[in-house]
């Protein structure tokens, strides 16, 4: 059964390093999601892409994380420089179509900010 | 900004015993999603509803839409410790059905 793969799986960094998280989603999925969960909490869209095209990133925080898929495939989430309020679970997820309704989520990227 | 509240955080119960538990909101969603997702990994799409009114049963779990589409439970009968995890509901919005997560009901089911 396909599935959306992540890594790293775990992270730890000092504040000030940067960090990057690399999603390759189910083959053929279109649209493309990346979500932050803090401990507690459900998870926060962060930004989507359809294709190669960034359809939503209202909630990223554009000063420190930045986010590509160049080629409309595997995509990169990226902070820099890592803050100690970063530390979450780190969620990528892909669905066959633009309307999302089945969102497919991989295994996540924990990630300890020291 | 669109809200959804998950009632209990929390739920710890014997093997057996049914529980329900709720999804609430004052938007109104074009579908609502329930997962489950245990430690370390990433959520579990259970069932996806799209109609006000509407059930769908998987097994021992019933869920239901509210008739407004701002509301959901998901009732869970003779509970087995398999089915402990956190369970999420997420509603889906907009041109692009974003979702919005609640924060998780916490089931514990014990022997």
């Known amino acids: 059964e396909a599935e959306v793969a992540q890594s790293p799986r775990y992270k730890i960094t000092e504040k000030s390093q940067a960090v990057a998280f690399w999603c390759d989603p189910i083959?053929?999925?279109?649209?493309l999601y990346w979500y932050r969960q803090i401990l507690g909490q459900g998870p926060e869209l962060l930004v989507q892409?359809?294709?190669?095209?960034?359809?939503?990133d209202s909630q990223l925080p554009k000063d420190r994380f930045s986010a590509e898929r160049l080629k409309g495939v595997d995509s990169t989430l990226k902070i820099q420089p890592a803050e100690l309020g970063d530390s979450a679970m780190y969620l990528c997820?892909?669905?066959?179509?633009?309307?999302?309704?089945?969102?497919?989520f991989g295994p996540g990227t924990r990630l300890l900010v020291l | 900004t669109q809200l959804l509240e998950q009632s209990p955080q929390f739920l710890s119960i014997q093997e057996g015993e049914n529980l329900t538990v709720y999804c609430n909101s004052s938007?109104?969603?074009?579908?609502l999603q329930w997962y489950r997702q245990e430690p370390g990994e990433g959520p579990v799409l259970l069932v996806t509803?799209?109609?006000?009114?509407e059930v769908k049963k998987l097994k021992r779990l019933t869920f239901q839409f509210g008739d407004a589409r701002k509301d959901s439970s998901l009732h869970i009968t003779a509970a087995q410790p398999g089915d402990t995890g956190l369970y999420l509901c997420?509603?889906?919005?907009?041109?692009?059905?974003?979702?919005?997560f609640g924060a998780g009901t916490r089931l514990a089911v014990h022997p």
């Open positions: 997820a892909s669905s066959i179509d633009r309307g999302g309704e089945t969102q497919y």
């Open positions: 083959s053929g999925h279109a649209t």
């Open positions: 892409f359809q294709d190669e095209s960034v359809v939503d």
């Open positions: 938007s109104v969603f074009s579908s």
């Open positions: 509803v799209v109609t006000g009114g």
């Open positions: 997420a509603g889906g919005w907009g041109g692009y059905n974003k979702l919005i």
